[in-house]
Nanobody
Framework: QVQLVESGGGLVQAGGSLRLSCAFS????????IGWFRRAPGKTREFVGA????????FYGASAKGRATISRDNDKNMNYLQMNELKPEDTAVYYC?????????????????????WGQGTQVTVSS
């Protein structure tokens, strides 16, 4: 059973930075791509970025590109989303998710349906 738990959310001022963590557990979970999504109030889930199984490939959504960095430490079963230059429109619940379709793949899914396992989310609020 793959499990993911996000942490690190909170209240931050515009222009500030935040690092979200995603602890993952389960068999072979370090072999799967991890994606980050967010859901703002009244909006659908939005792709933030993703990282492949060994951390050598990343891809970012348009809203996060240039401001976000995703990394992972498979020895610690941890994944991280660093967000800089935060804006009020970044306010959302942030989720990490695992794509367990294939192990050791370089493909990075960009839509929620491509991810089978999700964390419960962590709230990020950016004040102006």
């Amino acid at each position: 059973q793959v499990q993911l738990v996000e942490s690190g959310g909170g209240l931050v001022q515009a222009g500030g930075s935040l690092r979200l963590s995603c602890a993952f557990s389960g068999r072979f979970v370090s072999s799967y791509s991890i994606g980050w999504f967010r859901r703002a109030p009244g909006k659908t889930r939005e792709f933030v970025g993703a990282i492949n199984w060994n951390g050598r490939r990343t891809f970012y959504g348009a809203s996060a590109k240039g401001r976000a960095t995703i990394s992972r430490d498979n020895d610690k079963n941890m994944n991280y989303l660093q967000m800089n230059e935060l804006k009020p429109e970044d306010t959302a619940v942030y989720y990490c998710a695992a794509d367990t379709t294939y192990a050791n793949q370089d493909y990075l899914g960009r839509v929620p349906d491509e991810y089978e396992h999700w964390g419960q989310g962590t709230q990020v609020t950016v004040s102006s």
